[in-house]
């Protein structure tokens, strides 16, 4: 069996209801959830829902598929719907955890493909703090 068929399905980790969803869109601290896991989210996967975590400050390690790698920070992680996905987080983890309906996402992105591309792909975007961009975030 592969991790994608063993890994539970969940709408917000740890819930497998849907009364936290309205309209298919939750956002959250990173630190209020993994606090509630001992800062330890294993690989799971959510059916219908794409999520977006901005990693602001602190570390940890990732898993996205099969990959495992250093949390860089800052940072963007995308975790398409289906993609199992796990977080061992450092305490200091500080940032948010958007998580979307991946269809309704579509359909506002669809007048870019290259921004589809982007949600259809399990990554960590990383910055460069040193750019003007970043100053005052």
């Known amino acids: 069996m592969s991790l994608s068929e ?6 917000l980790y740890g819930e497998k209801s849907q009364k936290a969803f309205i309209d298919g869109f939750h956002i959250e601290s990173i630190y209020e959830r993994s606090r509630l896991y001992d800062w330890e989210i294993t690989p799971h996967r959510h059916e219908d829902f794409l999520q977006i975590l901005y990693i ?12 495992k790698e250093p949390i ?3 940072s963007l992680v ?24 991946q269809a309704h996402l579509r359909q506002l992105l669809s007048f870019d493909m290259s921004l589809l591309e982007v949600i259809e792909q399990p ?8 750019l003007e961009d970043w100053k005052g975030i």
Do not use: C, E, W
């Not at 063993?6 to 709408?11: A, D, K, V």
């Not at 719907?81 to 958007?98: A, E, S």
């Not at 990554?123 to 040193?130: A, G, I, K, V």
């Open 6 to 11: 063993t890994s539970p399905l969940y709408f």
């Open 56 to 67: 602001k400050s602190g570390g940890g390690l990732i898993q996205l598929g099969r990959n």
């Open 72 to 74: 860089q920070s800052p």
């Open 78 to 101: 995308i975790a398409p719907r289906l993609i199992p996905h796990g977080f061992n987080f450092d305490k200091d983890i500080q940032g948010y955890v958007l998580t979307i309906n």
């Open 123 to 130: 990554t960590q975007l990383t910055f460069d703090r040193n």
